[in-house]
């Protein structure tokens, strides 16, 4: 049995914090403040958190294998590569929604040409109110 890293308060604060970690990132599921990507990401980690706390086997088979000098040195590493993984991505999430973003402005940007040259294109009918150009700008919001 290898021994366990933490101190019992310690594996009952960061369990506790895992579970917090947990309930929060549920509610704000609930609340549409995190998009499930998000949110499977974060349960993810809490739970990565909870099992490498709570089974310290685990914890020393990681060291092992990631050659690391001890469990602390093993989690610092984990946590690197969570944090970087999480960071790509955020960074891949935010590149989709510029793209996104971009085509809309495109999209109004035609559709406001089109809409102005239709204006212009039009036939005027006698004493029929008109739509200018300028009428458009003062309208458009």
Not at 78 to 107: K, P
Request: charged share 15%.
């Amino acid at each position: 049995m290898t021994k366990n890293p933490f101190t019992s308060g310690g594996t009952i604060v960061l369990t506790c914090i895992a579970l917090l970690g947990i309930a929060m990132t549920l509610w704000l599921l609930s609340r549409r403040k995190f998009t499930m990507a998000h949110a499977i990401v974060w349960i993810g980690a809490f739970l990565g958190l909870a099992v490498l706390v709570l089974v310290p086997s685990l914890l020393a088979l990681t060291g092992r294998v990631l050659s690391t000098t001890g469990p602390d040195g093993s989690l610092r590493l984990m946590a690197m590569t969570v944090i970087t993984g999480f960071l790509l991505f955020l960074s891949v999430r935010v590149s989709v929604l510029t793209h996104r973003f971009e085509d809309l402005v495109q999209r109004a940007g035609q559709m406001e040409f089109e809409l102005r040259e239709r204006i212009e294109a039009r036939p005027q009918a006698q004493g029929a109110p008109t739509a200018s150009p300028a009428h458009v700008e003062r309208c458009a919001p």
